[in-house]
């Protein structure tokens, strides 16, 4: 039967490498996938599941292994169960990234170990209410030097993991200066309050929340002294967006592995639906966008590892394998028939929760803007 890797890009790792991806793939699918469902159902944080990512290392994968290996890893939880792999992909991306790339040695002391075990839960904080897709030159957090101290005021929307988080790394424009800076905000500042944003139809694990900061101080050793400018952001969003690239790839392997299963087991007009030619044009087509996906994917990946992979290719990545995927996903939850309306069946949860895929990590109109104003020399976005 054709594999999932169709053009066997593992083969590329090392032998080691091949054996932990397999073993992680083994218990990805055994332990998490199955667990998932549930928690999505209720909308509920598994906090059983993070404590056991946490025991295997999850919280901190950016030195695992090749650029390669880790990219496989996170479609693997992807394939899994998006909501746990968005979670765990923002905490290495954005929040464990964010203090290596951007904190102080202290900070680094302070927080990288409980982040990396899952003992202390982060979250990034960048959108606003009123600022989306343009947050870049809108962001309207302020925060005001007083002394030793900054005092913190604003409000931030869609934060993931924002009502359980332990500490919450916030983006706010320095009212002396005008400059956009980051700083470090226990969850149990006074003036801090996170509220779960309700009735979400995607990622439902995922805790998202809206976060009101009144006036909060936070000492000066909070603030994060690589943090100066949007340009700080923009290089973590570069990588994070790769990310997403591997997460649509994991959304892709689940949708292909269980759309080809329930062709194979379900029969009407006495055949298999896999027997159908209609049926499996669905197939070839699902098999198509995925090694398309998983080939730009080791390309991105070798530029990462070149450290050479800039915004209009993380954009592009991001684009277009998103695209892909929806693509992908609206097949499978047709060829599941009613049960592809049915979150037991797992793909129309996966259906759902593609569509924040899309959204989220700049949506996919303004990653297309990114590569639009590359290709032209000319900006579109305003
Ligand atoms: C589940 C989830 C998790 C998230 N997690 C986080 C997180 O952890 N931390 C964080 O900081 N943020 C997070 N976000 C926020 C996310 O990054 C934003 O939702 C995203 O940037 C879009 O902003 P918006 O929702 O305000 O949409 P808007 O900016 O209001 O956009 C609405 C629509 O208009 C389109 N649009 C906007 N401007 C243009 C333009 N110039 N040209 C063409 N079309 C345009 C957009 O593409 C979109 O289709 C999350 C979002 C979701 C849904």
Known sequence: MLPLDVLDVAAALSASEQARLAEATAWLQERIRPASVGPWQRDEFPRDLIAELGERGYGNLRQSGSELFIGLLHAQIARADLSLSAFVGIHNELVVGMIEALGSPEQRDRLIPGLSRFTTLGAFALTEPEHGSDIAGGLATTARRDGDTWVISGAKRWIGAGTVADVVLVWARDEADGVIKAFIVEADRPGFTATRIEHKVGLRIMQNADLAFDDVRVPEANRLPGAHGFAAANRLLCDSRAWVGWQAVGAQLAAVDIARSHALDRRQF?????????????????????????????????????????????????????????????????????????????????????????????????????????????????
């Open 270 to 382: 006495g055949r298999p639906l896999g027997a159908f030619q209609l049926v499996q044009a669905s197939l070839a087509e699902m098999f198509g966008n995925l090694t398309l996906s998983l080939g730009m994917m080791t390309q991105i990946a070798r530029t990462q590892a070149e450290g050479r992979l800039t915004m209009p290719q993380a954009a592009l990545a991001k684009s277009t394998i998103t695209r892909l995927t929806r693509e992908s996903l609206s097949l499978g939850r047709n060829l599941l028939g009613g049960n592809g309306i049915l979150s037991d069946h797992e793909m129309a949860k996966i259906f759902a929760d593609v569509e924040v895929l899309h959204t989220y990590e700049g949506t996919y109109e303004i990653n297309t803007l990114i590569v639009g104003r590359a290709a032209t020399g000319i900006s579109a976005f305003a």
